[in-house]
């Protein structure tokens, strides 16, 4: 089972030797997914990068299944979809597990962030498998918006129109983009095609970017709860059989929530409004969009500037990108830091807030709330965290994670 | 570490929850809409099922009152099959409808309906279906459930909700507008509903002896609406009981590897 590491795989299947020869496939899989050392001391949250992976299959695998049934234009679209959940053989499981699984992939990637910022996983070196991920996290919220299009609901069809029309805010040429994302005056047939032809693609885009992200993963290894470097082979644990194991058994944990709302619950974490058809002149009245996109619509609203609401919103991802760089602490576990452990929880309960500002009409309280909320994000990350790490004084580290591992065993 | 999480996580979920009970006491205050009252439903929870007796019942109000007006074009007659109804009782239930088609000249007709139609809209397009109707084409049923907001209480309240025009206080008469020839509708969004009051006690006859009261037409005819608008629903539930005992007897496994895998490193 467990080898020494770095040792050259033999393979006595003489087709397999034969092909890894050529073609070092399974050479690549024992170094990668089985012998790959991979530090002792991982808690739970370290289960949601496999979690994502396999929630990205499943969204593929069902996704090309519903394509097979689904008719992207605006007099079908919303049949066909119904279509599907009546008469096409178990075509409600398919389109169930693909709409909740939309909801459990940001749940899986939004705690697979949150152990990123919590444990500092986006400090060197580290940086560019930080950066990957905010692209992947951009790419999804991409492919998530144009995918709620595709049933061609009254919340597909505005909230299209509240994204899209976003553009217009660009000064001198947003009219004329805005007209070349639509494909004409207004969202239209031409619009929908091509926002089925991205939403098939893009994912497709995304496993291209996960795989990049791995790569970028298997150069320093993973970072840990104690977030110091491994120092040797005392440190570390074969992936294979130690972490498949315990990532299988989160993975289950966690599909038995999943399931919970895939079979018991399917529309609650969506809008009823979407089974209303696209009425492009009956407007709802209030338009929101999926539960994972309100923070950021709340930072939209927040500013009572067209252009700066977008730009505060594109800006509340575009921070992610330099978060390398503005969090100036060397340490990188909030284990070790006394403030910014607690600071991390504020802007959770932030995000949370914002949410909820998000869900609801921009009236009374939410207004200031939603734009409290947005000015702490950006503080957070814009002021708190460069100077945090100038004040702080961190606790002192661990000398190693065995160290550390067997000190806490035998106390 | 691991109290610090808790300890966090719970002063997060105060904090939230404070700052959004502030904000949702505004709100509840500045909304004047009644919300329907929450009713028990045969085909609630986990193993929830459609009561046969009352869908039945409510597709002969469906039949006998709704579809005067409103349209259910995602069903088929076949689809009443489900219903526990033989091939032979939805064939006697559909025998006196009338389905538009092309004749063999290509002229349009009228034919008695088969099990493969889908079911006849009142109306031949959704024009004609506004301009009878005072400019607005009454909602499509098919989906009706899942389309509002905790949609059986919604529609039940809706059936059941009016308000005749002689009940009404002087400041409601005022405050909405209202003549003698508006319906007012204590569940509808605005109250002004373009619809009359479709149902009364005894709008229709049930074969089976049951008592026509409006409460009872009411709860029947979305006993039907919610099979229309979900009707995979009993399938859903079987096969998610299973799943789910598969997935934790899964979990219960791979935790009992994962500890004898991790035995010697702890």
Known sequence: MASSHGTPPVFNNKVIAWIDHRLPIFSYMEKEYHHFPTPRNFNYFWNFGAIATVMLVLMIATGIVLATNYTPHTTMAFDSVERIMRDVPSGWLIRYLHMTGASFFFIAVYIHIFRGLYYGSYKSPRELLWILGVVILLLMMATAFMGYVLPWGQMSFWGATVITSLFTAIPVVGDSITTWLWGGFAIDNPTLNRFYALHYLLPFVIVGVVALHVVALHVHGSNNPLGIDVKGPQDTVPFHPYYTMKDGFGLMVFLIIYAGFAFFAPNYLGDPANYIQANPLATPTHIVPEWYFLPFYAILRAIPNKLGGVLAMFGSIAVLFVLPWLDTSRVRSASFRPIYKWFVFVLVADVFLLGVCGANPPEGWYVPLAQIGTLYYFFHFLILLPVLGKIERPLPLPPSIADAVLKKNAG | ?266
Not at chain 2, 28 to 36: L, N, V
Not at chain 2, 38 to 49: C, D, I, V
Request: hydrophobic share 40%.
């Open chain 2, 1 to 266: 570490m691991r109290k610090t999480i808790v300890s966090a996580a719970i002063a997060v979920a105060a904090l939230t929850a404070g700052a959004v009970a502030i904000a949702a006491e505004t709100v509840t205050a500045s909304e004047s809409e009644q919300k329907p009252p929450h009713r028990h439903w045969h085909f609630e929870g986990p193993f929830g099922t459609y009561d046969r007796a009352a869908a039945q019942r409510g597709y002969q109000v469906y039949a006998e009152v709704c579809s005067a007006c409103h349209s259910l074009q995602l069903l088929a007659y076949r689809n009443l099959m489900e219903l526990d109804l033989t091939e032979n009782q939805v064939k006697s239930l559909i025998k006196d409808i009338q389905v538009p088609d092309l004749g063999d000249d290509g002229q349009p007709i009228e034919r008695p309906a088969r099990l493969s139609d889908s079911f006849r809209k009142p109306f031949a397009n959704p024009a004609i279906a506004a301009a009878a109707n005072n400019g607005k084409a009454p909602p499509d049923l098919s989906v009706m459930i899942k389309a509002r907001e905790d949609g059986p209480d919604y529609v039940h309240g809706i059936l059941t909700g009016y308000v005749p025009f002689d009940k009404l206080t002087p400041e409601q008469i005022k405050e909405f507008n209202l003549t003698k020839d508006d319906n007012f509708n204590k569940y509808y969004p605005g109250h002004r509903i373009a619809m009359p009051p479709p149902l009364a006690d005894d709008k229709v006859t049930y074969a089976d002896g049951t008592k026509a009261t409006l409460d009872q037409e009411a709860s029947d005819v979305v006993e039907f609406l919610a099979w229309a608008s979900e009707p995979k629903m009993e399938d859903r539930k079987r096969t998610g009981v299973r799943v789910i005992l598969f997935l934790l007897a899964m979990a219960g496994l791979m935790y009992a590897v994962k500890r004898q895998v991790w035995a010697d490193k702890h």
